[in-house]
C-alpha cells in the first residue's frame, strides 16, 4: 500500500471513530440513545429522510456518508462504531455484509410488498438482511416540451431526430440533441443497461451471475447500437471529450436552464435536480426511453435497501417501521420520491408524473433491476474504476472517431477482464 493510500485511510478511520463517538455522545446526552442512521443522500434528500424519520416513535439520527458509504461503513466497523442502520445503493453491498457477519437479519411490516423481480436481491442464505425503501426509474427521457414537440415512438426515431437535430447545430449552431454527464461512469451505464434490456432482455439477467459472458452477442449488439447513436457528429454538447468532464448535474442545466442541448436520458430522481434551474413556468416532461418498439423497452430500476448492523439496538425496529405503506408520507407530498412498495396508493403520489411512474413500476414482468449495482467487487463501479470507467473508454473511442467493431472489441475484452478479475463471468 502506497504511503498517500495509507494516510488517506488513517484519515478516514478517525473521522469515522469521530462521528461514531459523537454520535454516541449526542444519543446519550438527554437520557434516550437515539437510532442512528447511515445514508448516501445530501441536500434536498437527506432533508426529505430527516423529516420521514422524525415520525418514527424514539429519537433516530441521520448521518450523511457520501457517494462512497461502503468506505464509509468499513471505517465504521474497524472502528467499532457501527451505525445502528444504514441505507445501501446496491444490493450486492447487503448481501456482502451479510456473508461478513455484520448485518442482523431483517423482517417487513405486513403492509410491505414489492415486484418479483426485485424481491430476493437482498436475502442470503434464505434470510433476508434488506428491505427496499426507495426506488429509482431509471428509464426515462427528459425534455421541455417546446424544445422537442414531438417525442421519438422508438429507437430508430431516436437516431434520426439526433441525427436532424445535430446537422441544425452544426448548421445553424442550435441546441445539441444530447446532453450527458459522462464524467459520471454511472450516467453511461444507464444507458447501456437501457439499450441491452431492449435487445436481448432474456440475457440481461445473465450477467449479473458469476458465469457471465461479457463477449458474447447480446453485450456486442447492444454496444453497437450504442456506438450507432454516440457517433454521430455533433450529438452531445461540446462534443465527446466535453461530455467526459461534464458532471450529471450539469447535463441536467444544460437542458433545463441554458438550453444548450434538448434531450437528457436521467432517473426520476432529476426532477430535484431540474427545479431549481427552471426558467420561466415551463416544466421539463419524459417519455420512456426507446426501444425497438413504441412504447419503450423493459424498465430499468435503482433502490436503496435498509439494513440493520448486528447489535443495533433499536435497528431492526426502525427497518420494518420504514416498509410500512405510511412511513413516507412526507416524502410522498413533498415530491421526488418513488416507493418500491407496491401497497403505497397511487394516490399518494401529488402528480400526474409520480402516479405514472409507480403504475409503469408494477406492470408484471418489465422491470430489470440496475445491472452496475449487482455486479460484485469493484466491477460494479465507481469513480474512475469498474464497468464505470470501462464505459467511459467506450464513450472516448465512439466519440473520437474509432471505428465501433475496434471500440467494441476493446470494451469487451476490457469488461471480461474485470469480471474475471471479480469473480464475475468471463
Known amino acids: 500500500m502506497r504511503p498517500a493510500v495509507r494516510a488517506r485511510r488513517r484519515t478516514l478511520l478517525r473521522a469515522a471513530a469521530a462521528a461514531g463517538a459523537t454520535a454516541l455522545a449526542a444519543g446519550c446526552s438527554g437520557g434516550t440513545r437515539s437510532v442512528q442512521v447511515a445514508v448516501v443522500w445530501s441536500t434536498s434528500e437527506l432533508d426529505r429522510f430527516r423529516e420521514v424519520v422524525a415520525g418514527y416513535p424514539a429519537p433516530v439520527q441521520v448521518v450523511s456518508a457520501g457517494n462512497d458509504i461502503d468506505a464509509f461503513l468499513r471505517a465504521r466497523h474497524l472502528a467499532g462504531t457501527s451505525p445502528d442502520v444504514a441505507i445501501l445503493p446496491r444490493p450486492g453491498l447487503v448481501t456482502e455484509y451479510a456473508e461478513r457477519g455484520w448485518l442482523s437479519p431483517v423482517r417487513a411490516s405486513t403492509g410491505y410488498a414489492v415486484p418479483a423481480e426485485l424481491g430476493e436481491l437482498l436475502t442470503a442464505e434464505g434470510q433476508r438482511y434488506g428491505v427496499w425503501v426507495k426506488a429509482a426509474h431509471k428509464s426515462l427521457v427528459w425534455h421541455l416540451p417546446s424544445m422537442l414537440p414531438v417525442q421519438p415512438v422508438d429507437w430508430d426515431a431516436l437516431v434520426r431526430r439526433t441525427q436532424e437535430l445535430a446537422a441544425l447545430a452544426r448548421r445553424d449552431g442550435g441546441p445539441a440533441p444530447l446532453a450527458i454527464g459522462a464524467a459520471d461512469g454511472w450516467v453511461l451505464t444507464d444507458w ?201 473508454g467506450f464513450f472516448a473511442d465512439v466519440t473520437d472517431g474509432v471505428r465501433a467493431s475496434e471500440a467494441i472489441r476493446r470494451v469487451t475484452g476490457l469488461l471480461a477482464a474485470a469480471a474475471r478479475s471479480a469473480g464475475g463471468g468471463r
Open 192 to 392: 447501456f443497461e437501457n439499450v441491452l434490456a431492449d435487445v436481448a432482455p432474456e440475457s440481461y439477467n445473465a450477467l449479473a451471475r458469476p458465469d457471465a459472458d461479457w463477449q458474447g452477442r447480446p453485450v456486442r449488439e447492444a454496444l453497437d447500437r450504442l456506438a450507432g447513436l454516440w457517433s454521430i457528429n455533433g450529438a452531445f454538447v461540446g462534443g465527446g471529450r466535453r461530455a467526459l468532464l461534464t458532471q450529471y448535474e450539469e447535463s441536467v442545466i444544460q437542458v433545463v436552464h441554458t438550453r444548450r442541448a434538448v434531450m437528457l436520458v436521467g432517473a426520476d430522481f432529476t426532477a430535484d435536480v431540474a427545479n431549481p434551474f427552471r426558467r420561466g413556468s415551463e416544466a421539463p416532461v419524459t417519455f420512456r426511453f426507446p426501444g425497438t418498439q413504441p412504447g419503450g423497452g423493459p424498465l430499468i430500476v435503482g433502490g436503496d435497501a435498509a439494513v440493520a448492523f448486528a447489535d443495533a439496538r433499536g435497528g431492526v425496529e426502525l427497518v420494518e417501521w420504514l416498509t410500512r405503506a405510511d412511513s413516507f408520507q412526507p416524502w410522498l407530498r413533498a415530491g421526488g420520491y418513488l416507493s418500491p412498495n407496491t401497497n403505497v396508493t397511487i394516490g399518494s403520489y401529488r402528480d400526474g408524473v409520480g402516479q405514472r411512474l409507480a403504475m409503469e413500476m408494477r406492470a408484471p414482468g418489465t422491470l430489470r433491476f440496475d445491472l452496475s449495482d449487482q455486479l460484485p467487487g469493484a466491477f460494479t463501479g465507481s469513480d474512475g474504476v469498474g464497468i464505470w470507467r470501462i464505459m467511459q
